[in-house]
């Protein structure tokens, strides 16, 4: 039996147009925007294609950076070193296609992105995500994110916390 689902780096072969989640910020980036910022290596973008048709049934997008260490809860500060900056992998944007909802692809492609900055050659502490409305700030929160800097809709899980939850 094959997966129904099999994670690809974004590439010229994948059909970004017919993408719908419902939220047009997120489609029209994935549309127009996702490709551009690959090549410039601005963030990597990871797909989840629907083995059976090839369709795109989900995508999120990963990049590194850096938050203050004073802006991190202070459950997650105590335990680092007093450097100004925390290296961080940022989920820039995840979106499951309207066809897909409901079968915990968004969790999986969470998953997926906290895995490879976890296995990167490129140390970072934590996942970040400015998440876009209520909604996904519900769903990130479900998998043990919390709010940070001040600012609502911008949350952090440490790599620790997130594979302890996720296993």
Do not use: W
Not at 83 to 98: C, E, H, I, K, M
Not at 139 to 164: D, K, T
């Amino acid at each position: 039996m094959t997966a129904p689902f099999r994670l690809e780096v974004l590439g010229p072969g994948h059909a970004r147009e017919a993408f719908r989640c419902g939220v047009e910020a997120l489609d029209r980036y994935f549309a127009r925007q996702a490709g551009q910022d690959v090549r410039r290596r601005v963030s990597a973008c990871y797909v989840a294609v629907e083995s059976g048709s090839g369709k795109v049934a989900g995508y999120y997008t990963l990049a590194a950076g850096g938050v203050p260490l004073t802006d991190l809860p202070a459950e997650l500060a105590k335990r680092l070193p007093r450097y100004p900056s925390v290296p961080v992998a940022r989920v820039g944007r995840l979106a499951v296609d309207r066809g897909f909802h409901g079968r915990k692809l968004g969790s999986a492609l969470l998953a997926d992105a906290a895995l490879r900055a976890a296995r990167s050659e490129v140390s970072v502490f934590a996942l970040i995500v400015d998440a876009k409305d209520d909604a996904a700030v519900a769903f990130y929160r479900h998998h043990g994110f919390e709010p940070f800097g001040g600012n609502g809709r911008q949350l952090v899980v440490s790599l620790e916390r997130f594979g302890r939850m996720a296993g």
